[in-house]
Nanobody, 117 residues
């Protein structure tokens, strides 16, 4: 099992930046994939970005070029650097850890990101 704690959310103006952090309770270097998802009010949870244990990254089309996912194995922490934020990025952001390819993964409690002037 993996416990995840997200932090770094908040209120930011359009065009601004935020960095989210996800601290894991175990060595993320041995976890198949870590990811960030988001859920806006009235919408389904959607994938934002993932990073695998071999450092392969993937992004949703809506955030490509604006968001960057990274991992610090020494700190067992995954980050999501968000830039050029838009109001449509407003959502609760969740961290996910998949121990293996056939595992749905464990979830954190989420952190609210609000982009508004």
């Amino acid at each position: 099992q993996v416990q995840l704690v997200e932090s770094g959310g908040g209120l930011v103006q359009p065009g601004g930046s935020l960095r989210l952090s996800c601290a894991a309770s175990r060595n993320i270097g041995r976890i198949y994939a870590m990811g960030w998802y988001r859920q806006a009010p009235g919408k389904q949870r959607e994938l934002v970005a993932t990073i695998t244990s071999s450092s392969t990254r993937s992004y949703a089309d809506s955030v490509k070029g604006r968001f960057a996912i990274s991992a610090d194995n020494a700190k067992n922490t995954v980050y999501l650097q968000m830039s050029s934020l838009k109001p449509e990025d407003t959502a609760v952001y969740y961290c996910n850890a998949r121990p293996s390819a056939d595992h749905l993964g464990y979830w954190g409690q989420g952190t609210q990101v609000t982009v508004s002037s």
